[in-house]
């Protein structure tokens, strides 16, 4: 891995793994199983 | 050049109006971290971008924010469909009504009206994407603080979808940002 | 609307949806063949879906991308936030 530097942010690269069914992806808000991140609201 | 297709990017059903939900949703119509400030700010970002990938990241996203945009004006149309003038009233909206009846205009929820001053293009494609990438987030934010104020699923359903894309053009400006950083340190060896 | 013009709606809505998210993903990673296959793939399924509800029910897009009968259909009620 290559040296962290400073003063900078880092993003990990996203895979592409596998991609939810068209429906769920919709209703969902992504394709992406790994991108999806629901709002819990009790979390407030 | 853009071209506009004749339907929703996600579907928006409300059965019930709701004048107070459309003057807080209202926010992202118009409002400093709304959809019209996200598309305005990539769309003229993108000009200066180094790369032929973050041209195409920076107007691709742009042009879904202008999609989003119309999700929240049918959200406030809805809402705000059929509504009584006592209901307006109520709902603390006659002020708008009187400047605008229910058309939909480039306000946030206190009635501030829309500023550019609210984005900015600084040229650097490095601190344009930071810039980028924060805005998401508040965007999210925003998203999350209109959840919780409405219990009505025809509601809560478009503002989920409209707060996901968030945290996904979060990662794609993120990975825009790692491949900018690259590009040009590789510009610096000769 | 009624059931059927709903349905092809929510289909075609899927779709583009699946196309979106492939395109910006495509932007940052242009070299993925896996993605650019679903990409591909998920367009000819949204040019069908397209030509299909736009032979039932008038073009979803002017500027000469799609065709109209007679009289102009491009204005056509109702519009999307109706």
Known sequence: MQKRELARAYIPRQPYV???????????GTIFPNLYMPYREKDR | MWIYEKKLQYPVKIKNKDV????????????????LAAALRYLTQRYTMPTGKSKALLTDIGTEELAHLEIIAAMV???????????????????YYADHDKALFYVNAAGNPFTVT????????????????????????TYEWLINLTDDPCVKDPLRFLREREVVHFQRFGEALMDVYEYQNSKKFY | MDRQRCELMRELQEVSFALVELNLFL????????ALADYNMFARK???????????????????Y????????????????E
């Not at chain 2, 107070?20 to 959809?35: L, N, S, V």
């Not at chain 2, 149309?77 to 002020?95: F, H, N, V």
């Not at chain 3, 299909?52 to 002017?62: H, I, K």
């Open chain 3, 27 to 34: 932007d940052n990673n242009p070299t993925n063949q896996q």
């Open chain 2, 77 to 95: 149309y809805q809402l705000m469909k059929d509504a009584t003038i006592e209901e307006i009233k109520e709902a603390g909206l006659a002020e």
């Open chain 1, 18 to 28: 596998r991609l939810f069914p068209l429906r769920e992806a919709l209703m969902r």
């Open chain 2, 118 to 141: 609210y984005i900015q293009a600084k040229g650097d494609p490095i601190t344009d994407l930071y810039e980028d990438m924060a805005a998401e987030q508040k965007a999210r934010s």
């Open chain 3, 46 to 64: 949204y040019e069908e879906l397209k030509k299909m509800y736009e032979s039932l029910y008038g073009p979803l897009t002017n500027f000469g």
């Open chain 2, 20 to 35: 107070r939900m459309a003057k807080w949703i209202i926010e992202q119509y118009g409002g400093a971290d709304g959809e």
């Open chain 3, 66 to 81: 799609a065709p109209s009968k007679y009289p102009w259909q491009w204005v056509n009620e109702p519009w999307p936030w």
